[in-house]
């Protein structure tokens, strides 16, 4: 006998259900492709005889080829939908990160990062909220894809010390294999229970499909808009990959010690948990477009801080937890904003353009950062990032509404 919420609330059973179950496969995803690989790059490097920088090239490299694979994830999950796709993504994932698990050299570790990371597109971010948008319709997959964000932040807070922990008792071979197995036991099962919307049955009494909070723009305005929302998500996307992939070497360049860097750095995780609670609470009354502004200018004003202040801990500290504001916001709109103003038709194609320019951005990031630094300073590179950042504001003000 179903529950009596259940019941009188089909709905919410299957919001609930699509939430937690891609929300599950999204921090084992988040996990096992991004964020093991930091913790185990010692070991990995040791026992194949190369410099831990030139794993993290091969990583970047990786990261680059994924960027673009995305378009064509996009294409895919759109023709033959989310189930489909993402079921495969997790066999794929799998069989990719036993490669790894078994690399022997350079060369046959970068074939299985390459590997790993065009899968990457098949089974994260762009693909879960198109997940979301084909089983419960545009209207309501807002608010699905803030909730499930919110689960997905926990990845690094639980695949850190797992990581860990696994490299205390086993070594990193082992440890990619469990992940591995995560994949096909726990991803491919969730994957396999999504559908479509119009492949639902009807339930008697329930409401019918509400109309979009929003309407979308016009088709003769698709264009227009696409090109003004590439260019601010690249932005964005490049100076949050670049400081947060250097923020101890850019705060130590700027004269503030490593340990105060390290500290203030503590900030920005509770600070983006906390403002994707804020946005599932208060933010859905906003147009997409609004909260990109105000994550824009969170951006905006914690560069200008932590450029005027010079090298403080007070000024650090509060640029972190803006950063974390900002960065903690961005992970929603880059789902919801493409939604609301084009609609669900092409959705994951467009989420898979759009995530390719800004991962190539994201992926040349750290060292541009890294080439202002050493060319001229780490002022000079905070001002260069302060005037992005502005770009990427004046960007969403030429968005059509």
Not at 81 to 109: C, H, K, P
Not at 110 to 135: H, K, N, P, R, S
Not at 362 to 386: E, K, N, V, Y
Request: aromatic share 8%; proline share 6%.
């Amino acid at each position: 006998m179903p529950l009596p919420f259940i019941a009188h609330n089909p709905d919410r059973w299957l919001h609930l259900r699509l939430v937690i179950g891609v929300g599950i496969t999204q921090i084992i995803g988040f996990g096992t492709i991004f964020y093991a690989f930091g913790s185990v790059v010692p070991a990995l490097s040791a026992d194949l005889g190369i410099s831990p920088g030139t794993a993290f090239a091969a990583f970047s490299l990786a990261l680059l080829v994924g960027a673009l694979a995305a378009p064509t994830a996009g294409r895919l999950v759109d023709q033959h939908g989310a189930r489909m796709v993402m079921s495969a993504g997790s066999v794929v994932a799998a069989l990719s990160l036993i490669a790894l698990s078994q690399a022997q050299s350079l060369i046959s570790l970068g074939l299985a990062l390459i590997a790993v990371e065009v899968t990457a597109t098949l089974v994260l971010y762009d693909a879960a909220f198109a997940a979301l948008a084909q089983a419960l319709g545009p209207a309501r997959a807002r608010r699905a894809i803030t909730h499930m964000t919110l689960l997905g932040g926990f990845a690094s807070t639980i695949f850190w010390p797992l990581t860990q922990t696994i490299l205390t008792h086993a070594d990193w071979r082992t440890a990619y294999l469990i992940f591995a197995s995560l994949n096909l036991l726990v991803c491919l099962p969730l994957h396999l229970t999504l559908t479509r919307a119009p492949d639902l049955e009807p339930v008697a009494g329930a409401p019918a499909p509400p109309p979009p909070q929003f309407a979308p723009l016009p088709a003769a305005q698709h264009g227009r808009a696409m090109i003004w929302v590439a260019i601010a998500f690249a932005v964005a996307g490049l100076v949050f990959s670049a400081l947060s992939a250097s923020w101890v070497t850019t705060l130590t360049a700027f004269g503030l010690p490593a340990a105060a860097a390290v500290t203030a750095g503590t900030l920005m995780g509770p600070a983006q948990v906390g403002v994707r609670v804020l946005d599932m609470l208060f933010g859905l009354r906003l147009h997409p477009l609004t909260t990109t502004m105000i994550s824009t200018l969170l951006l905006i004003v914690a560069l200008a801080v932590l450029w005027a202040t010079g090298p403080t801990l007070a000024g650090a500290m509060i640029f972190a937890v803006l950063f974390g504001l900002a960065q903690g916001l961005t992970s929603i709109v880059r789902g919801t904003v493409p939604l609301v103003l084009f609609g669900a038709q092409g959705f994951a194609a467009r989420l898979g353009k759009l995530a390719a320019v800004r991962m190539v951005m994201a992926a040349i990031a750290p060292f541009g950062i890294a080439l202002l630094i050493d060319t001229w300073s780490a002022s000079a590179a905070l001002l260069a990032m302060l005037c992005l950042a502005v770009l990427g504001a004046l960007a969403l003000k030429m968005i059509p509404r």
